[in-house]
Every structure is written in structure tokens, then in C-alpha cells.
């Protein structure tokens, strides 16, 4: 597993305290409790990595982590990697005006981050493309960023409803936007292995 080894950095209130703008990094967005922590966790092999919290919405901050220096082949150097946990947005409780403060900081990230190849989007296959998730997949239209979406708790549903969904899902994305999705679920690993090669592909980009 080539996330393996991956490692707390730093918390971030804002885009200026990331680490350095160079190397690859992969941002990881979804509505709070849609499974990003556990999503996390499951790619890269370390249970608490990223805190799966019992009150969603209350730590917000960018979140980065680093990961073992990605070979390339290629006569390349190896790439100095990050995956960028982005806060958690949508919960009912989070004020009006911090949630306006994450969607103009997260647009911002996303338009300037230099090093940023791409974006997972997790969502709950249960209720997939909330207003949260349009508004990424258009944030990635306009900066074309691929955006590949991990359609999880996918235990929840039976392997048909599950493929429904996702024909379903891949059926709403715009033309032009450059997206993918596949099924996933934290609890019974589902998709890990593909998801995981879609992160290394987008960081090697
Ligand atoms: P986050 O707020 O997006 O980081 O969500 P968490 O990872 O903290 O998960 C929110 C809740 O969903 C927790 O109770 C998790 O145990 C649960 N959860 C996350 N992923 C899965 C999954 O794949 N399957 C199931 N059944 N539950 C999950």
C-alpha cells in the first residue's frame, strides 16, 4: 500500500499555514459525517490517522498529512506527497457565517494550490450529490482538477442498489467535468484497493 506511512503534519485555520506548495498533494472533501475520516483511515492503513468525531462539524481546520515519497520510475525523483484533509461541511450546527468562511477558503485551495493534482470527494451512497458535492464538482470544473468521488457506506446498501446508485451518480456528472466514482465502504473494505491506486494515480498526474 503505497499510502502506508502516512503521518500528522499540521492542523490549518488557514490556506497560508499548508505546508510548502510544492510535490503533489490530494485534497479529501465530503459533508461532515459522510465517512472522509474512516475513508482515510482505510486508504492508508492507520486507524487514527484522521479522528473520526462523535460531533461533526466541530474541528474545523485543513488537515495535512504526509506520505512516504512516492516512486516514480521514470528516471524521476521520488515526489513528495500529501493528502489534504479539508474540513468537514454541512452540519446543521456549524454557523451560517464559518460555513461561508470554508466554502470561500476551500474555492480559494482549490484555485491556488499549485501542487494540488486532484480532489476525492466521499459521499454517502445512501444520498449522494448534495449541494455540497455539486458545488466541488463545479469547483473542479472550473479549475480542472480531476475529482474522483467514493461512493461509501456502501454496506449499507445490497450489491445491486449499490451499483444502481453508482450508474446513477456517474449518470448526473456534467460533460467536461473530469470525474470518476466507484463504490466504497470503510467498514467492510469495499473498493479500497481501487480507490487507493485512483489517489496514487492523481498524485503521480
Ligand atoms: P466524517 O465526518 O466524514 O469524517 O465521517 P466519519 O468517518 O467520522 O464517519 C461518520 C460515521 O459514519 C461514523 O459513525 C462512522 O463509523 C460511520 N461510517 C463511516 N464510514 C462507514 C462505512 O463505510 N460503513 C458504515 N456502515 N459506516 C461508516
Given at each position: 500500500n503505497p499510502l502506508n506511512g502516512a503521518q500528522f503534519v499540521l492542523a490549518a485555520h488557514r490556506i497560508s499555514q499548508l505546508p510548502a506548495?510544492?510535490?503533489a498533494e490530494v485534497a479529501f472533501?465530503?459533508?461532515s459525517n459522510?465517512?472522509?475520516s474512516s475513508a482515510l483511515n482505510a486508504l492508508t492503513g492507520h486507524k487514527g490517522l484522521a479522528?473520526?468525531?462523535?460531533t461533526p462539524g466541530r474541528t474545523q481546520q485543513m488537515v495535512a498529512f504526509s506520505l512516504p515519497p512516492l516512486a516514480q520510475g521514470d528516471?524521476?525523483?521520488p515526489l513528495d506527497a500529501r493528502l489534504i484533509d479539508l474540513p468537514g461541511?454541512?452540519?446543521?450546527?456549524?454557523?451560517?457565517?464559518?460555513?461561508a468562511h470554508w466554502k470561500q477558503e476551500i474555492d480559494a485551495y482549490l484555485h491556488q494550490?499549485?501542487?494540488l493534482r486532484g480532489v476525492v470527494l466521499i459521499a454517502d451512497i445512501r444520498h449522494p450529490l448534495k449541494e455540497f458535492d455539486r458545488m466541488m464538482l463545479d469547483f473542479c470544473f472550473e479549475t480542472n482538477l480531476p475529482c474522483h468521488l467514493l461512493l461509501t457506506k456502501a454496506d449499507k446498501l445490497s450489491r445491486n442498489q449499490a451499483t444502481q446508485a453508482l450508474a446513477a451518480v456517474r449518470r448526473e456528472f456534467g460533460?467536461?467535468?473530469q470525474a470518476s466514482a466507484q463504490v466504497f465502504s470503510s467498514a467492510d473494505g469495499t473498493g479500497v484497493e481501487p480507490a487507493r491506486e485512483a489517489v496514487v494515480a492523481l498524485l503521480r498526474r
Open positions: 506548495d510544492r510535490g472533501a465530503g459533508r459522510a465517512g472522509k479522528r473520526t468525531s462523535k528516471g524521476n525523483a461541511y454541512g452540519y446543521a450546527k456549524v454557523p451560517e457565517e464559518l460555513r494550490r499549485r501542487s460533460e467536461g467535468v
